[in-house]
């Protein structure tokens, strides 16, 4: 596969820059917000509630898999992305009028945090459907590309323009960002796949999710492959994510400015892996390569707990950017090439109910960071998670980690 082989195809050629200035959004909403938490309110425990908020939506994902499965992606994404834009403007509004307070901005990112977590999860069911299956990963790749690419843009740029322009400033370009998203994802496809599940016979949707659970539950790749995403979510984001502003401003005495830095520095450790995922250079074993980027990526949070300078915890954190899309982008093609495309929706609508994993994580981290320090948790957050990627290798030994297994075919 040539890296231009998925531009071919006119539905991606609208839906990778949509998914491109959505994520830049996100990612800009993500700095400024949690900053303006931080210095407002002067408690973790408030920046990890709002952390812990944005992905309130991963509990009902398996629903908007049920309605993407019913109703289309395209359309599910569109909508999605109207509600972005509206929420990014309706803050804009308050931002002018000096009436942002922390308390607000909780309850408008509960609105968001419904949604949020389902956006992913639409993007690679639409490219699944969309694109020829020999181009799967390697257009996973290049859509993270996307993301990992806006996550370095948007960290630097939320952080710089709200210390140049202010608030207000800042959500005008974060609205403009999300109105641009919804004009290109008009363009995208919803895919010939969809056609064949919406003249399948309807039944409830209690039933529809039943067969979905009971379809994963009979298949130990797919849940293989939802323990490991939990685990992550649970016992490494948090510290790369979530947590980033408090390790900013409390462990490395930086500002907003230092705050983008190491964002960025993770999401360019993740552009760099989505680049080798993307080019078709290597024959990836795609379950093997998750679980061992997986435990590459505990390893380094191991170090990253014992960091106390701004530039080696740069460093650490792109080292750990690298092996999170080594693992994520092979995970999430392991699931979507083991899935029926009947059930695509529903199935990746449970692998995000893995992301409630970084809320919970989150959550446990204010009181155990309060109690035990910063230094403690973190260390034991990823020692934990490197000795259960280890017991998970072995448990589904013969799923994902011999070289026979179909999750193994080189992709």
């Given amino acids: 596969m040539h890296w231009r082989d998925p531009f071919r195809v006119r539905s991606f050629r ?21 900053w303006f938490i931080l210095v407002e309110s002067g408690s973790v425990m408030m920046l990890v509630v709002f952390g812990s908020l944005q992905y309130l939506g991963s509990l009902v994902s398996p629903m908007f898999g049920v309605a993407g499965d019913r109703l289309g992606y395209r359309r599910m994404l569109v909508l999605s992305r109207a509600l972005y834009a509206l929420l990014a403007a309706a ?12 308390m607000i901005v909780l309850i408008m990112a509960a609105l968001a945090g419904l949604v949020r977590p389902s956006d992913m999860m639409m ?6 459907q969309t694109l020829p299956p ?37 959500y005008a370009l974060i609205t403009a960002l999300y109105m641009l998203s919804f004009v290109l994802s008009r363009g995208v496809s919803g895919g010939p796949a969809q056609t064949a599940v919406r003249d399948a016979p309807r039944v409830s949707l209690i039933r529809d999710l039943q067969l979905a659970f009971g379809y ?69 074993r795609a379950a093997q390569t998750m679980v061992l980027a997986g435990a590459v990526w ?16 740069m460093a650490l954190l792109c080292l750990a950017g690298l092996a999170q899309s080594l693992s994520m982008t092979p995970l999430a093609a392991v699931m979507l090439r083991a899935t029926e495309p009947a059930y695509r929706g529903r199935v990746m609508g449970m692998r995000m109910l893995a992301i409630w994993g970084l809320p919970l994580g989150l959550l446990l981290s204010g009181p ?40 193994n075919a080189p992709l």
């Fill in 14 to 34: 609208f839906q990778w820059p949509a998914d491109l200035t959505t994520s830049w959004a996100m990612e800009m909403e993500t700095i400024v917000l949690g």
């Fill in 91 to 102: 803050f804009m509004l308050l931002a002018w009028l000096q009436a942002l307070t922390p």
């Fill in 123 to 128: 993007r690679h069911a639409l490219i699944a």
């Fill in 134 to 170: 020999r181009h799967l990963l390697g257009t996973l790749g290049i859509s993270r590309i996307t993301s990992d690419s806006a996550r370095i843009a948007g960290a630097l740029a939320g952080a710089g323009v709200v210390a140049w322009l202010g608030m207000t400033w800042a």
């Fill in 216 to 284: 994963v539950w009979t298949r130990p790749v797919l849940i293989a492959a939802m323990a490991l995403a939990f685990l992550v979510n649970l016992l490494a984001f948090p510290f790369s994510l979530g947590l980033l502003p408090y390790v900013a401003k409390n462990i490395y005495l930086t500002d907003q400015t230092g705050l983008g830095w190491l964002g960025a520095s993770f999401a360019f450790g993740g552009l760099v892996g989505s680049v080798v995922l993307s080019s078709h250079r290597f024959a990836f």
């Fill in 298 to 313: 505990f390893a380094v949070d191991v170090l990253f707990a014992f960091s106390t300078h701004l530039g080696v915890g």
């Fill in 368 to 407: 155990l960071i309060g109690r035990w320090g910063y230094v403690a948790t973190a260390s034991m957050y990823s020692a934990l998670g490197l000795l259960l990627t280890g017991a998970m290798a072995v448990y589904w030994r013969a799923h994902i980690w011999d070289r026979k297994a179909p999750a």
